[in-house]
């Protein structure tokens, strides 16, 4: 399964852009990388994913680096709602497989 | 209406009891899955169900016993529950497994699995 790296936490202020990094160098090439957030404890929720090129959904913005061993998610207006630990998934053989993910602290 | 639903949302039992958890997706998947998130927040598939066959079961001791009665429906049992096995255990769902290029697994909201 390819790993990927996450910075543990984050900090970000309301109404601000939060670029969230994650490393996936192992990963091949027709690999997709997700990202998923889980808020408290509630069940994870989807927020986008992609293969190759840069995606973009009414919740975030992915970039995937040219070679694809990196992707930042982008979350364009912060806000206290989206206080909640970010996680980036390579999916492999039909399955997701979480990592650590990254606590991101939205304050006002 | 609640796209992936689990009960009970909590269970609270005795060491060496069995218990079911149960999970019905109304969203039209033909994939089900199992998750496991401990202590630690680390989460962890266990079991993946596709057409009601068993395609994943990453290492799980076999008192875990996944049951899927139609593609809609995903229920786990446990028997000889164990202090370790306290948790809390997302159910899932997707389409084709994941492998058609734009489709995500839809997760539910958790039973929290406690054994005292």
């Known amino acids: 399964d390819a790993k990927t790296t996450q910075p543990p936490s984050m900090d970000c202020a309301e109404g601000r852009a939060a670029n969230l990094p994650c490393n996936h160098s192992t990963i091949s090439g027709n690999e997709y990388v997700y990202w998923y957030r889980q808020i408290h404890s509630q069940g994870p929720q989807y927020i986008i994913h992609g293969l190759k090129n840069n995606e973009t959904n009414e919740m975030a913005s992915l970039i995937i680096t040219e070679d694809r061993k990196s992707s930042t998610l982008i979350l364009p207006h912060a806000t206290l709602r989206d206080t909640a630990v970010y996680y980036c998934?390579?999916?492999?053989?039909?399955?997701?497989?979480f990592g650590t993910g990254t606590r991101l602290l939205v304050s006002p | 209406d609640t796209a992936v639903s689990q009960t009970p949302k909590y269970l609270v039992t005795q060491m060496g009891n069995d218990k079911s958890i149960k999970c019905e997706q109304n969203l039209g998947h033909d994939t089900m899955y199992w998750y496991k998130q401990d202590s630690k927040k680390f989460l962890k598939i266990m079991f993946s169900?596709?057409?009601?066959?068993?395609?994943i079961n990453e290492t799980v001791p076999n008192r875990f016993s996944p049951k899927s009665p139609d593609k809609a429906h995903l229920n786990l049992h446990i028997n000889s529950l164990e202090l370790g096995d306290s948790a809390v255990y997302f159910c899932?769902?997707?389409?084709?497994?994941?492998?058609?290029?734009?489709?995500?697994?839809?997760f539910g909201q958790g039973t929290r699995l406690t054994v005292v």
């Open positions: 899932a769902s997707s389409q084709r497994g994941l492998m058609i290029r734009n489709t995500e697994a839809f």
């Open positions: 998934i390579v999916r492999s053989f039909q399955k997701l497989v």
């Open positions: 169900y596709n057409n009601k066959e068993l395609i």
